[in-house]
């Protein structure tokens, strides 16, 4: 059948481009202290905190699995980043487990951190999982922050979230060249966008001859990333297009 590439349950966190600073790759996940309409968790109220953003991820079926295949959460994470970052002794990031306990919460803590001095630098973190109660075909993990309720505010920026057997060294362990930030726009300076009917007056004035681009190898091989290019297009029709 069809793949579902969903991974996460519907959840207030926004999917960011811009906001970290120099994320493993380009598109991070988000914890703030907005809700899913972008407003205040808490308005009118002088300095409110609590638990505000949590990222959930879909059923895992890890009923089959048994302690010895070293299976393991890593992801990568940032506080702040370009964005006001948490504080230290007040804002956490935390990592829970749901477990096959039936009655009462079923959510156990198994990480978390504070906020940190240092908001520039992505920290790579490995959680095994491990206990027989994390072994069923219901298990989940989740994300939340605890901070600031009124607003754009003490930020989290998680990356390269994965769950895979022999999980137990740094993050991550595959090939893989991504773009960092989002590529500087095709167009000569000042111009970031223009209509397409002006652009087409004078392609050569106004396109770059070249676009600078940030990206990141992970892979213990070198990567040939020279000889890539771009190609503007308009497609009116089939058949019909116009490139530059």
């Known amino acids: 059948g069809t793949v579902n590439f969903k991974r996460w349950e519907r959840s207030p966190v926004r999917r960011t481009t811009t906001l970290a ?3 493993p790759t380009i598109g991070c996940a988000t914890l703030d202290g907005l809700d899913r309409l972008g ?4 308005l009118n109220e002088a300095n409110p905190v609590g638990y505000a953003d949590t990222l959930t991820s879909r059923t895992l079926l890890m009923g089959t699995q048994v302690p010895g295949d070293s299976v ?4 990568w994470y940032q506080s702040g980043g370009i964005a006001n970052g948490a504080d230290s002794d007040e804002d956490s990031l935390i990592v829970e487990f749901r477990t096959s306990i039936a009655d009462g919460d079923p959510w ?10 240092d908001d520039s630098v992505f920290q790579s973190v490995v959680i ?16 939340r922050n605890y901070g600031s309720l009124e607003g754009n505010v ?10 895979a057997e022999n ?25 970031t966008a223009m209509p397409w009917l002006h652009y087409s007056t004078a392609p050569a004035a106004f396109l770059s001859s070249s676009v600078s681009t940030l990206h990141r190898s992970f892979g213990e091989n070198p990567n040939s990333q020279e000889n890539i290019g771009l190609k503007v297009q308009r497609v009116d029709g089939p058949g019909d297009i116009d490139a530059y």
Do not use: K
């Not at 930020?155 to 979230?161: A, G, L, S, Y």
């Open 167 to 191: 999980g137990g060294l740094p993050a991550p362990l595959f090939e893989e060249i991504a773009f960092v930030t989002p590529p500087a726009s095709v167009l000569t300076y000042p111009w």
């Open 72 to 75: 393991a959460l890593s992801f």
């Open 108 to 117: 156990r803590w198994v990480w978390s951190t504070e906020g940190i001095d």
């Open 154 to 163: 003490d930020t989290w920026h998680i990356d390269f979230v994965r769950v």
């Open 21 to 23: 600073y120099q994320p």
């Open 39 to 42: 407003n205040p968790y808490v």
């Open 128 to 143: 095994p999982i491990d206990a027989t109660e994390y072994f069923h075909n219901g298990f989940q993990f989740r994300f």
